[in-house]
């Protein structure tokens, strides 16, 4: 888009940052084809309980993220919606599997050091 001459109907100003939007939005569409291409069911074997949550977690957020933004284009308030609290109840939950998840390394990484002080 950004070699192309401009034809649309729009401020010539904001070229670069619709050029932008439409590079991040083929990311996204070809991120969600990856995601995609592989069942849920099977992609939720390969993975513990917490890396399930994970899987869970963040797709719903992306999800609700999305619906920001089309709430934000369609000209609605998103903070004025009640998508504004359930992204806000998502992160509690993200940021509770993140501590479990800190808490798990940090004991992995403590009977590593003890290991280690016990052979010396």
Do not use: C
């Amino acid at each position: 888009m950004a070699d192309e001459e401009i034809t649309e109907d729009y401020p010539v100003e904001i070229h670069e940052h619709l050029s932008t939007t439409e590079n991040f939005t083929g990311a996204v569409d070809e991120m969600l084809k990856t995601l995609m291409s592989v069942s849920r069911k099977e992609l939720l074997q390969k993975l513990d309980p917490l890396g399930q949550a994970e899987v869970d977690l963040l797709s719903t957020y992306t999800l609700n993220s999305m619906f920001w933004v089309y709430l934000a284009t369609q000209g609605v308030n998103p903070k004025e919606h009640p998508v504004k609290q359930e992204l806000a109840r998502i992160r509690v939950h993200m940021n509770r599997v993140k501590e479990i998840t800190d808490k798990k390394k940090a004991g992995k990484l403590d009977r590593v050091a003890n290991e280690g002080k016990s052979k010396n």
